[in-house]
């Protein structure tokens, strides 16, 4: 099935370093969703975001709908290692169109 | 919990067999999405039903793929004659009705085919 470019696919970090992923796509989305997925669990909800530059944080998180609608952000700072995981991102085109599109996907290690 | 439920949480079982896998959504949420993610993947759309609307069928692989809603509430997503391919995490997904309300997910049933 479709699914949006997300990048890194994966990436070491030192704890405390911060942290950048993005996800684009060709087509231009309404709302933009991050999750954050552990071993053995579903994905747990991040950030949602609705509006084209909405910047939004969620504690040490903060994530932005890119002003062109094709793309979204991803920022954690000051990294611990419980920050260990996989993130997604997840994007939906409009009203009345029910179906979000996945990104594949950044595994970020930390390392203490 | 107040969550997605999912059961059962792990299914071995052999090829060719016929599986049924169960997922208890949010009370009150009248969306719910079946995903599958393969090892290392991310998120395959299967199918979607929103209220008493026709299920949107059109992310099952194959016509061994099928699931039902009864009563606007739980789902079941059955797989017949399975096969290695069909090894994953089958994770389900349930939403209010409004159209980009976030997805809340389960845990998922770890699939393995032998």
């Known amino acids: 099935g479709q699914q949006l470019n997300q990048s890194p696919q994966s990436m070491f970090i030192q704890e405390g370093e911060d942290v950048s992923m993005n996800c684009t796509s060709s087509s231009i989305f309404n709302t933009w969703l991050w999750y954050k997925q552990d071993p053995g669990e579903g994905p747990v909800l991040l950030i949602a975001l609705y509006k084209a530059g909405e910047l939004t944080s969620n504690g040490r998180l903060t994530a932005q709908f890119g002003i062109t609608r094709k793309d979204s952000f991803l920022n954690i700072s000051a990294s611990i290692p419980s920050d260990v995981g996989i993130y997604f991102c997840a994007g939906q085109r409009g009203s009345g169109t029910y179906k979000y599109i996945f990104g594949t996907g950044t595994r970020l290690k930390v390392l203490a | 919990g107040a969550g997605v439920s999912q059961s059962p949480s792990n299914k071995v079982t052999e090829k060719g067999k016929d599986v049924e896998l169960r997922c208890d959504p949010i009370?009150?949420?009248?969306?719910l999405y079946w995903y599958r993610q393969s090892l290392g993947q991310g998120l395959e759309f299967l199918i979607y039903?929103?209220?008493?609307?026709?299920?949107?069928k059109s992310g099952l692989p194959s016509d061994r793929f099928s699931a039902e809603r009864t009563g606007g509430s739980v789902s079941t997503l059955t797989i017949q004659r399975t096969q290695q391919e069909d090894s994953a995490v089958y994770l389900c997904?349930?939403?209010?009705?409004?159209?980009?309300?976030?997805?809340?997910f389960g845990d998922g049933t770890r699939l393995s085919i032998l």
């Open positions: 039903f929103q209220g008493n609307s026709a299920p949107d």
């Open positions: 997904a349930s939403s209010t009705s409004q159209g980009n309300q976030p997805q809340h």
């Open positions: 009370s009150g949420h009248t969306a």
